[in-house]
């Protein structure tokens, strides 16, 4: 069945929850409303010092491990959970995690500067945030990467629910955040031109995932698809940081030059405890 003629269901938002907030300071009350489902997104501008996100880039494109990946074309440091067994993720993540934390390590990361507020605002509320683990094995601290794609989306339409579900993760920690929120969190630290942040009012749910065949991979959706859709489409330049529900479909127009970004993903498993991966 053609993906166009499919009708998405799911969760749409209502006009006060589906938009962006806007700063020019670091305000982490905010990403906390992102995790408790409470606000959509929200985007900090020009917060990550010029020196750090110079920095940053430059141990980026000289790592030794940096790699190039196919299907959604990137490159990268760091190891994706998506569409794979919790062991392999979690070999790989150890294969790389002193790459991953070189350039994160950079002076003034925004990486440290960001999880170290989000935990303090996250300390107020009796809770704390860490990487996920699994028998005493953790996944990447971040995934660094710059698109390369062509086209319309540097990065196609997906939403980051569907990915939590695979059964070859089960007893992996993350899947408990689907009883939650999940945030997707970025921070630019070059950019060129284009690549802005697109994203749909539709939460889709497992009807429409079956429907399209995408119930473990969230992947792709398309803008044929999501065309009755109201969307928003965010400008992203460098040195912003933003945050956002991941189980909105989302995707990155087309870009020219590099768009380079430090990532993880984040969310409640319990009352007391934020997990994050990649």
């Not at 020196?51 to 994706?80: C, D, I, M, N």
């Not at 390369?148 to 629910?161: Q, V």
């Amino acid at each position: 069945m053609q993906q166009s003629k499919v009708r998405l269901s799911g969760r749409q938002a209502d006009p006060e929850f589906f938009r962006f907030e806007e700063r020019s300071e670091l305000d982490y009350g905010l990403v906390l409303d992102v995790l408790h489902g409470r606000r959509l997104g929200v985007i900090f501008r020009d917060v990550i010092p010029p020196a750090a996100r110079k920095e940053l880039t430059e141990r980026f494109w000289a790592s030794p491990a940096r790699q190039h990946r196919e299907g959604e074309p990137s490159h990268y440091v760091g190891a994706y959970h998506w569409n794979k067994s919790a062991d392999t993720y979690l070999r790989e993540a150890a294969e790389v995690a002193d790459h991953v934390q070189e350039v994160i390590d950079a002076p003034g990361s925004p990486w440290h500067t960001f999880r170290r507020g989000v935990n303090e605002a996250l300390r107020q509320e009796g809770a704390s945030l860490r990487v996920a683990e699994m028998d005493g094995r953790s996944a990447s601290a971040a995934l660094i990467r710059a698109w390369d794609k062509e086209g319309d989306f540097s990065l196609d339409p997906h939403e980051d629910e569907a990915q939590c579900k695979d059964a070859r993760q089960a007893g992996f920690e993350i899947q408990r955040v689907l009883e939650h929120d999940i945030c997707a969190v970025n921070m630019c630290t070059e950019h060129t031109a284009g690549g802005r942040l697109v994203i749909w009012n539709i939460r889709p749910d497992d009807a429409t995932r079956h429907a399209l065949g995408i119930e473990l991979t969230g992947l792709p959706y398309t803008a044929e698809a999501l065309a009755d859709f109201e969307e928003l489409r965010l400008d992203i330049r460098e040195g912003d940081v933003y945050a956002f529900n991941g189980a909105f479909v989302h995707a990155v127009d087309a870009n020219t030059g590099n768009r380079t970004t430090v990532s993880f993903i984040m969310g409640f498993t319990d009352a007391h405890t934020v997990v994050s991966w990649t």
